[in-house]
């Protein structure tokens, strides 16, 4: 109580009953990784935390400051908490969160389940931080640690229809996720297989039809109502080429995605070029 800076996850019980002992294993290991803890991006798990019978019912982390991604993501909702955003502090959030994607590939750790909710962005400066770390994939004295969620609509093709808890995330499954995220960043919240007339997003996304590049005349057509034509239409060349690279062809070809250092590189330049 005396460390405001610091809170504890809890589990609910029947979650502790069902697979307590292979969560605990698994974040006491994730606690032997000294420089993850120690970097305030990451509300990495530092400490096994007992209830007073000494049963083990989670752990401790730092607290994160900011707001869910999906928040800044959003047409309506960016408006009340950031204030005063521009497009120039969109890029900053997604190359800072870039650079931690980079530098948890550098560990061998996978994010696995991206989505806008785990990502905190900090509405006064452009901090972001990550949480939830606890779902991460890492690799450990040997031992695989699985990522055990996630959803269709933000995971790769060819990890569809598996059991998460017995997937390997990839590197280029990685890419393709956080591609996902940076679009609906960019995009005020619009998913990249959203479609007018087409399928559900987990389908569209299967079978790589990705509305806006199939041209102007076909793409005005299959956007979904609104301003993204305009907001797509406005994106750098570079930025537009990567997408589309990533959301057709990247769809079934893991080699054709883009890489998180590619998006650093196209996102630099935006932001320069904005500047």
Same mark, same amino acid.
């Given at each position: 109580?005396?460390?405001?800076? %610091?809170?504890?996850?809890?589990?609910?019980?029947?979650?502790?009953?069902?697979?307590?002992?292979?969560?605990?294993?698994?974040?006491?290991?994730?606690?032997?990784?000294?420089?993850?803890?120690?970097?305030?991006?990451?509300?990495?798990?530092?400490?096994?935390?007992?209830?007073? +019978?000494?049963?083990?019912?989670?752990?401790?982390?730092?607290?994160?400051?900011?707001?869910?991604?999906? +928040? =800044?993501? &959003?047409?309506?909702?960016?408006?009340?908490?950031?204030?005063?955003?521009?497009?120039?502090? %969109?890029?900053?959030?997604?190359? @800072?969160?870039?650079?931690?994607?980079?530098?948890? &590939?550098?560990?061998?750790?996978?994010?696995?389940?991206?989505?806008?909710?785990?990502?905190?962005?900090?509405?006064?400066?452009?901090?972001?931080?990550?949480?939830?770390?606890?779902?991460?994939?890492?690799?450990?004295?040997?031992?695989?640690?699985?990522?055990? %969620?996630?959803?269709?609509?933000?995971?790769?093709? *060819?990890? &569809?229809?598996?059991?998460?808890?017995?997937?390997?995330?990839?590197?280029?499954?990685?890419?393709?996720?956080?591609?996902? %995220? =940076?679009?609906?960043?960019?995009?005020?919240?619009?998913?990249?297989?959203?479609?007018?007339? #087409?399928?559900?997003?987990?389908?569209? !996304?299967?079978?790589?039809?990705?509305?806006? #590049?199939?041209?102007?005349?076909?793409?005005?057509?299959?956007?979904?109502?609104?301003?993204?034509?305009?907001?797509?239409?406005?994106?750098? &060349?570079? !930025?537009?080429?990567?997408?589309?690279?990533?959301?057709?062809?990247?769809? @079934?070809?893991?080699?054709?995605?883009?890489?998180?250092? *590619?998006? #650093? *590189?196209?996102?630099?330049?935006?932001?320069?070029?904005?500047?």
């Amino acid at each position: 109580r005396g460390r405001p800076e %610091v809170l504890i996850k809890v589990y609910h019980p029947e979650i502790i009953s069902k697979r307590g002992k292979a969560l605990q294993e698994k974040v006491e290991a994730m606690c032997q990784l000294a420089d993850l803890k120690k970097d305030r991006r990451l509300s990495w798990p530092l400490l096994s935390v007992y209830d007073e +019978k000494k049963r083990w019912i989670g752990y401790a982390m730092y607290r994160a400051k900011g707001q869910p991604m999906f +928040k =800044l993501a &959003h047409a309506m909702l960016y408006k009340k908490n950031f204030p005063g955003l521009d497009r120039q502090r %969109v890029v900053a959030y997604l190359l @800072n969160l870039l650079d931690l994607g980079i530098f948890l &590939h550098s560990r061998g750790v996978m994010i696995g389940d991206c989505n806008l909710q785990n990502i905190l962005c900090d509405p006064v400066s452009d901090a972001v931080t990550l949480i939830d770390c606890d779902s991460y994939q890492v690799i450990i004295d040997n031992k695989f640690y699985p990522c055990p %969620v996630g959803m269709p609509d933000m995971t790769a093709k *060819e990890q &569809h229809g598996a059991d998460f808890s017995k997937v390997r995330r990839t590197q280029e499954s990685e890419a393709f996720s956080i591609a996902i %995220v =940076l679009f609906m960043a960019l995009m005020l919240g619009r998913h990249p297989y959203d479609i007018k007339g #087409g399928s559900e997003r987990a389908e569209n !996304l299967r079978k790589g039809d990705f509305a806006y #590049g199939k041209g102007d005349k076909v793409a005005r057509g299959r956007i979904p109502e609104g301003p993204w034509y305009n907001i797509w239409s406005h994106m750098p &060349h570079k !930025l537009k080429s990567l997408f589309i690279r990533t959301f057709i062809e990247g769809a @079934n070809d893991p080699s054709q995605r883009a890489t998180l250092d *590619e998006w #650093g *590189e196209a996102l630099s330049i935006y932001r320069d070029d904005m500047e």
